[in-house]
T-cell receptor
C-alpha cells in the first residue's frame, strides 16, 4: 500500500510568491520521521527539511517550512518567496522507527514538479 | 570527503548482459541503500544494508543482487539485464541517530537496456 501520497503532479508558481506542496502519509507507528527532498533537473537529490513525529514545533529551514498536522497525517512543504532556482521535483518521504536503535526504510512519494515563472 | 560516489554515470546494456553498479561512501555510514527512479513513481527501494555483512530486500528486489563486504562499498549487480530495468539508479547512505538524519544520495547512474 502507498505510504506517501503527493496528489499534485505539477504546479506553476510566480517568482516571489509562496507555494505549498501537499503530502499525506500512512502509518500506524507513533514514532517516525518525515523528510522533503528537492531534485533539480541536474538529477541530484538534495535534502531540504526534516520533521520528527514528536516534534511539537513545525520545522523550518530558511525559506522552507513544514506544516505538520499529525492528526491529519499531513506534512506539507511551504516554500516562501519562490525563486527561479526553486524549479525542481520535490519528494516527500517517511521513515518509521522500528526499535529504539533502528529505523525502517525511507519511503518516497511520487513527487511534485514545481515550475517557478518570472 | 567525497560523500557518496557512483560509477558509471551512464551505461547502455543489451538484454541479457550483466553488470555491476558501484557505490562507495567515505562517511563511515552504517546504512546504505539502492533506489531506482522511474517517471511518475518516485524512488523505489531495491535493496538496503544496515551494516557490513547484512543486506535485505526492499520494494523491488527482483533481478538485482547486492553484497556488503565493507562499510564503504555497496555494489548493485544486475544479473541478466532486461528493458524493464531501464531507470536511474541512486545509491544513498545514512547513519541512525536521534533527530534528523537525512540520507546522502550519490549523483545517480542512468541505465538503458536495449
Amino acid at each position: 500500500a502507498q505510504k506517501i501520497t503527493q496528489t499534485q503532479p505539477g504546479m506553476f508558481v510566480q517568482e516571489k510568491e509562496a507555494v505549498t506542496l501537499d503530502c499525506t502519509y500512512d502509518t500506524s507507528d507513533q514514532s517516525y520521521g518525515l523528510f522533503w527532498y528537492k531534485q533539480p533537473s541536474s538529477g541530484e537529490m538534495i535534502f531540504l527539511i526534516y520533521q520528527g513525529s514528536y516534534d511539537e514545533q513545525n520545522a523550518t529551514e530558511g525559506r522552507y517550512s513544514l506544516n505538520f498536522q499529525k492528526a491529519r497525517k499531513s506534512a506539507n512543504l511551504v516554500i516562501s518567496a519562490s525563486q527561479l532556482g526553486d524549479s525542481a521535483m520535490y519528494f516527500c518521504a517517511m521513515r518509521e522507527r522500528m526499535t529504539t536503535d533502528s529505523w525502517g526504510k525511507l519511503q518516497f512519494g511520487a513527487g511534485t514538479q514545481v515550475v517557478v515563472t518570472p | 570527503n567525497a560523500g557518496v560516489t557512483q560509477t558509471p554515470k551512464f551505461q547502455v546494456l543489451k538484454t541479457g548482459q550483466s553488470m555491476t553498479l558501484q557505490c562507495a561512501q567515505d562517511m563511515n555510514h552504517e546504512y546504505m541503500s539502492w533506489y531506482r527512479q522511474d517517471p511518475g513513481m518516485g524512488l523505489r527501494l531495491i535493496h538496503y544494508s544496515v551494516g557490513a555483512g547484512i543486506t535485505d530486500q526492499g520494494e523491488v528486489p527482483n533481478g538485482y543482487n547486492v553484497s556488503r563486504s565493507t562499510t564503504e562499498d555497496f555494489p548493485l549487480r544486475l544479473l541478466s539485464a532486461a528493458p524493464s530495468q531501464t531507470s536511474v539508479y541512486f545509491c544513498a547512505s545514512s547513519t541512525p541517530s536521534q533527530g534528523a538524519y537525512e540520507q546522502y544520495f550519490g549523483p545517480g547512474t542512468r541505465l538503458t537496456v536495449t
